[in-house]
Nanobody
Framework: HVQLVESGGGLVQAGDSLRLSCAAS????????MGWFRQAPGKERESVAA?????????YYADSVKGRFTISRDNAKNTVFLQMNSLKPEDTAVYYC???????????????????WGQGTQVTVSS
């Protein structure tokens, strides 16, 4: 039984930082490309960042978060992270992580459906 469990969301002010975590279980984590996605109320889901398997040597970011967000992975902990700095009100959304078996970060980023999804964590940035 595969599970992806996000955590670390919350209410912060513009300019603050948050670190999201996504803990995976029930899969061979190092064999999966991982990604972070977000969806704000009334908007379509947006790809945020993706990272390669197994080592995470390659990453890919949306232009809107490039230079502010960093995706990383710790295979020993079966966890992918999203460090979010200089947060803006437009970053407010539910953030989801997803896992895709043995595909590149670009492919993870561009997919509309994924092998596995988490339940999401709310990030709210006040101005």
């Amino acid at each position: 039984h595969v599970q992806l469990v996000e955590s670390g969301g919350g209410l912060v002010q513009a300019g603050d930082s948050l670190r999201l975590s996504c803990a995976a279980s029930g899969l061979t984590f190092r064999s999966y490309g991982m990604g972070w996605f977000r969806q704000a109320p009334g908007k379509e889901r947006e790809s945020v960042a993706a990272i390669s398997f197994p080592s995470g040597s390659t990453t890919y970011y949306a232009d809107s978060v490039k230079g502010r967000f960093t995706i990383s992975r710790d295979n020993a902990k079966n966890t992918v992270f999203l460090q979010m700095n200089s947060l803006k009100p437009e970053d407010t959304a539910v953030y989801y992580c997803a896992a895709d078996y043995r595909i590149t970060p670009t492919e993870v980023f561009g997919r509309r459906s994924h092998d596995y999804w988490g339940q999401g964590t709310q990030v709210t940035v006040s101005s």
